[in-house]
């Protein structure tokens, strides 16, 4: 099992553009959270999703959007990109009613906004 | 307002010396208190969490419900204990929504 697995591993982008991030979760697990974690800071919770439906959300805009495909994958879109945008996106899966629900974590993807 | 307070930055320690992370939260209800640690080059992962009452790699951490703290030791720090740490809280059963502190790097000399 490869685990969390995340794409693309960096990205560059232009202010106003859009960008979508992916995420495959651990084999097993159905519950797919998103975070963000700017330079210096710890990661700040996006949103989480479970069984195709947003959960939980954190404090962010709407520009920030995702979903949950049937096969538990999950992706992260930001519209209308802006510079503080830029952070490493951090994918983490859990199972729901398991008997941990510890997540694991991917490498995260690295987003420049220019 | 929920929060998580790592004070220390960087913390460095001769190896075989005693080490303490500190973290402080705010919280209304009750918390289930994590610490996670992010070796260099690798994925952010769970070291412990207060109520599976573990040592993890020599590590402990008590939940201080009065002191609102979680604070990580280990007796005789070793150079491979050197990365990064995360101290982080969640609403007890929400299965979800972490809130992480800054960090504290961790830095163990030979």
């Known amino acids: 099992d490869a685990g969390v697995t995340q794409s693309p591993t960096h990205l560059i982008k232009t202010r106003g553009q859009q960008v979508t991030l992916r995420c495959s979760p651990k084999s097993g697990h159905d519950t797919v959270s998103w975070y963000q974690q700017a330079l210096g800071q710890g990661p700040q919770f996006i949103f989480q999703y479970y069984e195709e439906e947003e959960r939980q959300r954190g404090n962010f805009p709407d520009r920030f959007s995702g979903h949950q495909f049937p096969n538990y994958s999950s992706e992260l879109n930001v519209n209308a990109l802006l510079l503080g945008d830029s952070a490493l996106y951090l994918c983490?899966?859990?199972?729901?009613?398991?008997?941990?629900?510890?997540?694991?974590f991917g490498p995260g993807t690295r987003l420049t906004v220019l | 307002a929920q929060r998580v307070t790592q004070p220390e930055k960087l913390l460095s320690v001769f190896k075989g010396a005693p080490v303490e992370l500190k973290c402080n939260y705010s919280?209304?209800?009750?918390?289930?208190l994590f610490w996670y640690v992010q070796y260099s080059r690798q994925r952010l992962q769970l070291l412990l969490r207060h109520i599976s009452r573990e040592s993890i790699k020599g590590f402990t951490a008590d939940l201080n419900k009065g002191e609102t703290s979680f604070h990580l030791k280990k007796p005789f720090a070793q150079e491979e204990d050197s990365a990064m740490y995360y101290c982080?809280?969640?609403?007890?059963?929400?299965?979800?929504?972490?809130?992480f502190g800054k960090g504290t790097k961790l830095s163990v000399k030979p």
């Open positions: 982080a809280l969640s609403s007890r059963g929400s299965q979800g929504n972490l809130i």
């Open positions: 983490a899966s859990s199972l729901v009613g398991g008997l941990s629900d510890t997540q694991y």
């Open positions: 919280y209304s209800g009750s918390p289930e």
